[in-house]
């Protein structure tokens, strides 16, 4: 089972940027669609942006221009690069490895401890 650690988040003042990092362990990372995921207080867990083994990326709209999702297989690493924070980026970040089922990305793998971001000012 693939398993995560998320660390870089903190607090942060509006119009902020901040970069998480997400350690896997695994010999396949490479393979793997990866995935960010963002909790907001007393909301779901939703996907916001996601990479592909070939390096192709897709980003829900609230976060385009602003959120960047990258990846280094040789530290089985994704990173995600955010910039021009806003309050509503508020949240606990979770990364996860993803597959397709029925059209839709699905996570696979155990979810970590995440990562908290807070922007306030």
């Known amino acids: 089972q693939v398993q995560f650690v998320e660390s870089g988040g903190g607090l942060v003042q509006p119009g902020g940027s901040l970069r998480l990092s997400c350690v896997a362990s695994?010999?396949?990372?490479?393979?793997?669609?990866m995935g960010w995921y963002r909790q907001a207080p007393g909301k779901q867990r939703e996907l916001v942006t996601a990479?592909?083994?070939?390096?192709?990326?897709t980003e829900v709209d609230s976060v385009k221009g602003r959120f960047t999702i990258s990846r280094d297989n040789a530290k089985n690493t994704v990173y995600l690069q955010m910039n021009s924070l806003k309050p509503e980026d508020t949240g606990a970040y979770y990364c996860?490895?993803?597959?397709?089922?029925?059209?839709?990305?699905?996570?696979?793998?155990?979810w970590g401890q995440g990562t908290q971001v807070t922007v306030s000012s």
């Open positions: 996860n490895s993803l597959r397709r089922l029925f059209g839709a990305y699905v996570p696979f793998g155990t």
């Open positions: 695994g010999s396949i990372f490479s393979s793997y669609t």
């Open positions: 990479i592909g083994s070939d390096g192709s990326t």
